[in-house]
């Protein structure tokens, strides 16, 4: 097929001892999975239905990348998840069901421009401009299933310039995986190559130009990027 210009490269994230990629499709993000960062961000605790946004799937930063600080943004924040990736297509699959969607398990890191998301929420207004900009998803090596086994729990952590500052387990999620995804595919069709970003724990804070993010959850390994000067 001829194009008006030449496409953008496919998306894709290293598997851990794999010479081939995991192929992206789509960025599924889940909003406050987590009591204790519900409640830093002045929400109800209250165990309520899932809620999503995305973003693009060209939005993905390597591990050990650099990041220029986005543009539109005083308060840019950070956010470490669990990363689900997408192996076997589910369209309203049960949660008893849902293993067998799961590749493998990455360590992500959610970019937030707070003040954008902050000025939204106030006029009803989506998140998506907040959350969905250049470089807002780092993702770490995927872990395939196969080598892992499945994920319930285990240290989720995030640091700053070497000083802890979310530290939390994944038994905490709100949303476990199974019903996660099962609740996901009744609303879209997953696919091999989609990625799901699970939700952040308590802790998150602004990023500065020179800051040194680093995060990691048992048994996945270590993610980290460096921010940059804004680009001019």
């Given at each position: 097929m001829d194009y008006i210009f030449p496409p953008i490269a496919r998306p894709s994230v290293p598997v851990r001892g794999q010479t081939r990629s995991f192929a992206v499709r789509r960025i599924?993000?889940?909003?406050r999975n987590y009591n204790d960062h519900v409640k830093e961000m002045g929400g109800d605790p209250a165990r309520s239905t899932p809620f999503y946004f995305c973003k693009p799937a060209d939005a993905l930063v390597p591990d050990g990348a650099t990041i220029p600080y986005p543009m539109l943004t005083q308060d840019l924040?950070?956010?470490?998840?669990?990363v689900i990736a997408i192996g076997a297509p589910g369209r309203q699959t049960s949660a008893a069901d849902?293993?067998?969607l799961i590749?493998?398990?990455?360590?992500?890191?959610?970019?937030?421009?707070r003040d954008l998301q902050a000025a939204a929420r106030a006029?009803?207004?989506?998140?998506?401009?907040?959350?969905?900009?250049?470089?807002?998803?780092?993702?770490?090596?995927?872990?395939?299933?196969?080598d892992t086994g499945l994920i319930n729990e285990g240290r989720i952590w995030l640091s700053v310039n070497g000083a802890i500052r979310q530290d939390a387990n994944l038994r905490d999620l709100i949303w476990k995986a199974p019903e996660l995804l099962s609740n996901l595919s009744h609303g879209v069709a997953l696919q091999p190559g989609d990625l799901v970003y699970t939700g952040t724990p308590a802790g998150v804070g602004a990023l500065v130009p020179g800051d040194r993010v680093t995060g990691g959850i048992d048994g996945l390994g270590e993610i980290?990027?460096?921010i940059g000067e804004a680009l001019r």
């Amino acid at each position: 097929m001829d194009y008006i210009f030449p496409p953008i490269a496919r998306p894709s994230v290293p598997v851990r001892g794999q010479t081939r990629s995991f192929a992206v499709r789509r960025i599924f993000c889940v909003g406050r999975n987590y009591n204790d960062h519900v409640k830093e961000m002045g929400g109800d605790p209250a165990r309520s239905t899932p809620f999503y946004f995305c973003k693009p799937a060209d939005a993905l930063v390597p591990d050990g990348a650099t990041i220029p600080y986005p543009m539109l943004t005083q308060d840019l924040h950070h956010e470490i998840e669990l990363v689900i990736a997408i192996g076997a297509p589910g369209r309203q699959t049960s949660a008893a069901d849902a293993e067998r969607l799961i590749y493998g398990y990455a360590v992500g890191i959610d970019l937030t421009r707070r003040d954008l998301q902050a000025a939204a929420r106030a006029q009803g207004q989506p998140w998506d401009f907040a959350k969905g900009f250049d470089d807002s998803a780092p993702c770490g090596q995927i872990s395939r299933l196969a080598d892992t086994g499945l994920i319930n729990e285990g240290r989720i952590w995030l640091s700053v310039n070497g000083a802890i500052r979310q530290d939390a387990n994944l038994r905490d999620l709100i949303w476990k995986a199974p019903e996660l995804l099962s609740n996901l595919s009744h609303g879209v069709a997953l696919q091999p190559g989609d990625l799901v970003y699970t939700g952040t724990p308590a802790g998150v804070g602004a990023l500065v130009p020179g800051d040194r993010v680093t995060g990691g959850i048992d048994g996945l390994g270590e993610i980290g990027v460096t921010i940059g000067e804004a680009l001019r």
